[in-house]
Every structure is written in C-alpha cells, then in structure tokens.
C-alpha cells in the first residue's frame, strides 16, 4: 500500500499522534487534513472506534481509490483519510451519509460566499442553500 512518504498506515494510535510532531517537514498541506487527522484520533480516543478498525478502513479506501485510478503519489492521502472516516463515522451509526453531505453542502456554499483570506463561518442559511 502507498502512503504519503515517510508514513504507514499503523495499528498502535500513539504512531499516529507521534506522526503529526515528528520535526520533519510539516505534516499536513492544508489545514482540513490536520482537522481530519485530528477528529479521527479524537473519535479513537473517545471509544467511537478502534484502532484496528481505523487501519482497516483507510486501507480499503486506499486500496478502491487506487482501484479507480488513483496514481497514490501522496497527494491525495488525506483524502482517502476523510472518505474512510466519513464511511467509519456513517456505519458506526455516528452520523448518517445524509447528515455529512448536508454538512459538506453547507460548508461548500459557506465557502463559496466568504471572500478570500476571510474565516469561513458557517450559517443557519447554508444549510438551505442549493
């Protein structure tokens, strides 16, 4: 399995916060992949999952997204990262499929209404934009 160089998909969760410090060149490119990084050891950390159980899952994702063509340079890690804890948090009964794309449609239009270096702040009114 590829992984981001100088990376691997492992079963101990202290690896993966270990990960995030180890003094290299930063970690994460954008900011969303440190929060998806965060929130899926956070969720460990509170029981939603096991560890075994998050391996497991990137490692699927990881595996259909190559499958579909990915060329697995790295680049697209963290976004194997989010779609495998979006499928974890949906099947462990979390949060549904349906209240993560509401949340992802109402992030997108926030988004697309916030100008330029400007914080996005999510509104009551994103979630009924179409």
């Known amino acids: 399995m590829g992984t981001v160089p100088g990376t691997c998909v492992s079963a101990d969760p202290s690896a993966a916060a270990a990960f995030a410090d180890r003094g290299e060149a930063p970690a994460f490119r954008e900011p969303w992949e440190a929060h998806a990084f965060a ?11 096991t560890w075994p159980e998050w391996t497991a899952a990137l490692a699927a994702e990881i595996a259909a997204a190559q ?3 990915d060329a697995d340079l790295g680049d697209t890690y963290y976004r194997h990262w989010l ?10 009964g979390i949060s549904s499929g349906a209240e993560l794309a509401r949340y992802r449609d109402a992030w997108d239009h926030a988004a697309g209404r ?17």
């Open 114 to 130: 916030t100008p330029h270096g400007r914080p996005i702040e999510l509104r009551s009114s994103d979630f009924s934009a179409r």
């Open 67 to 69: 499958h579909r063509g």
């Open 83 to 92: 779609r495998a804890l979006e499928s974890l948090v949906a099947r462990k």
């Open 39 to 49: 929130i899926a050891v956070t969720l460990h950390q509170r029981g939603a999952f």
